[in-house]
């Protein structure tokens, strides 16, 4: 089926200013039950932006690659959803990030969770899924009986579901998440059930109103999760569980990730830094704790896989309080390694951030892109993890498009970020 360009007079304005290349090509945006929606494949082309008006479809055996630059910009008030039944590439590059927004008009302080487009669904039939380089902002609208999400059977399936910014449902798929940005979400950034997955080099940040967490893992998933940053998420930056009975068994290996000011907006016990439940296996090395909501917590009711390991960990806190609630034992449900760094008393292992208040609020969900969370040069930190666990992508996860990703070596120090270059 050949489907119709559309063409604003908003983009044909933007077009004018920026000099970008046309876009929307294949895309229908004829009324469909109140709403625009239409199948989309094949490239779109660097720097070019594309205003979705309604939902979009990658079809099933199709393919779409976003190359660098490119702006997909949402309408507020349709809030579409981005559905992959095929396969997503999203190409960006550090100077030239991929970006999927809404107009400058809707990036305000009122709209920080976002809820004005939904957020990308990817279909148990999507083999591959690449975001690299990639913005998602402003998204995690609640899905109605008219979502085509809901429609269609994907993510819960029902209305009132706030969407992740990410949901992929292959447990033979491939997922790659790596140097991106996720923020300005209404909950979970990413709901992941199965896969063979890398999530690298990423940031999260303000984020989940009432819940939410940064990167949700279920049974199913083979993942490398390293070198993230994730800031004052709701919830958790990791949860991690074996629920929902798929092959195989979920197993994360989690290392050099950073966690600042996690947890403390959820009132109830879930709120955390990592989370583990139901069985699921899970290594934990050279992770940062600093100021979040208690550090790696188990559920007593549904407990992890025995063969768990988490060791190499280091906490900092810069209040009694905080200090005390990640103490191993804590409530029966903090655990922890015989090599943590893990002090006492207020104010311990200080990590040295280059640039960041370490006494800033932990209920504050608002992130100073100025901040600079690289070590300073005299940081305890360095060269206190180890590089003794092995991980599931050493040698990458190849795509069909000929691109293979690593999941990178781990570092001798704890933490995301070693000092700056």
């Not at 939904?118 to 148990?124: H, N, S, T, V």
């Not at 990410?166 to 923020?183: A, D, E, P």
Request: hydrophobic share 35%; glycine share 10%; with cysteine.
């Amino acid at each position: 089926m050949k489907f119709k360009q559309l063409l604003t007079a908003a983009t044909i304005a933007l077009m004018a200013f920026s000099g970008c290349q046309k876009a929307n090509i294949d895309v229908d945006t004829s009324p469909q039950n109140g709403s625009a929606m239409g199948e989309v494949s094949g490239v779109w082309a660097k720097n070019s932006v594309h205003e979705i008006k309604g939902d979009i479809i990658i079809p099933e055996g199709k393919s779409l690659t976003i190359e660098e630059g490119v702006t997909v910009l949402m309408d507020a008030t349709a809030k579409p959803e981005v559905v992959v039944k095929g396969n997503l590439y999203s190409l960006g590059t550090a100077g030239n990030p991929v970006k999927f927004t809404v107009s400058d008009a809707y990036r305000t302080p009122d709209n920080k969770f976002g809820k004005l487009w939904g957020g990308i669904l990817a279909a148990p039939t999507c083999a591959e899924l690449v975001l690299d380089n990639t913005i998602l902002e402003y998204g995690g609208n609640t899905t109605s009986d008219a979502s085509t999400s809901v429609k269609m059977g994907l993510y819960k399936a029902t209305a009132g579901e706030n969407l992740p910014a990410l949901w992929f449902s292959n447990v033979n798929g491939k997922l790659v998440v790596t140097n991106s940005i996720i923020r300005n979400f209404q909950e979970d950034c990413t709901y992941i059930e199965g896969g063979k997955i890398i999530f690298a080099n990423n940031v999260f940040y303000t984020t989940g109103v009432t819940g939410g967490e940064a990167m949700n893992f279920k049974s199913g998933c083979l993942a490398d999760v390293g070198f993230n940053l994730v800031y004052s998420c709701n919830t958790n930056a990791l949860k991690l569980s074996n629920s929902g009975d798929r092959n195989p068994q979920a197993y994360i290996i989690a290392y050099n990730n950073t966690m600042v000011n996690t947890g403390w907006r959820r009132p109830t016990a879930k709120g955390g830094s990592v989370w583990l439940e139901a069985t699921v296996r899970a290594d934990l090395y050279n992770n940062l704790f600093a100021n979040t909501r208690f550090g790696i917590k188990r559920d007593p009711k549904k407990v992890e896989d025995a063969r768990s390991k988490n060791d190499y960990n280091w906490y900092y806190g810069f209040d009694q309080t905080t200090v005390n609630q990640f103490q191993v034992g804590k409530n029966d449900v903090v655990t922890g390694g015989t090599h943590d760094v893990r002090g006492t008393t207020a104010g311990d292992n200080d990590p040295k951030f280059i640039n960041y208040p370490l006494s800033n609020a932990v209920t504050s969900p608002d992130f100073n892109t100025a901040w600079d969370f690289h070590l300073q040069g005299n940081s305890p930190v360095l060269g206190k993890g180890t590089t003794g666990f092995t991980r599931f992508y050493k040698t990458g996860i190849v795509m069909s498009n000929g691109i293979t990703y690593t999941s990178p070596e781990p570092a001798t120090y704890m933490g995301a970020y070693g000092t700056k270059l």
